[in-house]
């Protein structure tokens, strides 16, 4: 890919990631177990790991958006380390947002085919969690489909060079 490709895609990912970053940090600001409870009584410990995941995932596109920001100040524009950031916020953030790690809710694949939300939670959770998961699923996935080039790619690339 070219250098103004690169790079444009880099601007892309940017606004996204402090679009997203925005939505999070309002979200968590105001959230917290016992008002998740009051909204809907349920799984204390599973309410804490929902917050977990999503405060690691604000951390993630935090340190993606910084690393976006200082290569898109340098000059000249340096493709590799683009290219390598790219591959970071796919794999840091996307794959986080869509199968966590520490299984706070997983992707339903199917749910692609029938034009459903494919993010699915293991319990019951409160109607603000779902709306924010829903609200930030479509750029996500979108964000996913646009940056699945540089996780073959970048990977093609490093064993090439081994």
């Given at each position: 890919?070219?250098?103004?490709?690169?790079?444009?895609?880099?601007?892309?990912?940017?606004?996204?990631?402090t679009?997203?970053i925005?939505?999070l940090?309002?979200?968590?600001?105001?959230?917290?177990?016992?008002?998740?409870?009051?909204?809907?009584s349920?799984?204390?410990?599973?309410?804490?790991?929902?917050?977990s995941?999503?405060?690691?995932?604000?951390?993630?596109?935090?340190?993606?958006?910084?690393?976006?920001?200082?290569?898109?100040?340098?000059?000249?524009?340096?493709k590799?380390?683009?290219?390598?950031?790219?591959?970071?916020?796919?794999?840091?953030?996307?794959?986080?947002?869509?199968?966590?790690?520490?299984?706070?809710?997983?992707?339903?694949?199917?749910?692609?085919?029938?034009?459903?939300?494919?993010?699915?939670?293991?319990?019951?959770v409160?109607?603000?969690v779902?709306?924010l998961?829903?609200?930030?699923?479509?750029?996500?996935?979108?964000?996913?489909?646009?940056?699945?080039?540089?996780?073959?790619?970048?990977?093609?690339?490093?064993?090439?060079?081994?």
């Open positions: 890919m070219g250098n103004s490709l690169v790079k444009m895609q880099l601007k892309d990912v940017g606004e996204f990631l679009s997203t925005g939505t940090e309002n979200y968590l600001n105001e959230t917290t177990i016992s008002k998740m409870e009051q909204e809907l349920g799984d204390s410990s599973y309410y804490k790991l929902i917050l995941n999503l405060r690691k995932l604000l951390v993630y596109c935090e340190e993606g958006l910084d690393a976006c920001s200082v290569i898109l100040q340098s000059e000249p524009f340096q590799p380390p683009a290219e390598k950031t790219l591959y970071r916020i796919f794999h840091q953030c996307i794959e986080e947002f869509f199968s966590p790690k520490n299984d706070a809710w997983f992707e339903d694949s199917r749910s692609a085919y029938t034009g459903r939300n494919s993010i699915k939670f293991y319990k019951s409160p109607e603000s779902q709306k998961v829903k609200g930030l699923e479509g750029e996500f996935q979108r964000v996913r489909e646009e940056l699945e080039y540089y996780e073959t790619d970048y990977r093609t690339k490093m064993i090439q060079s081994k």
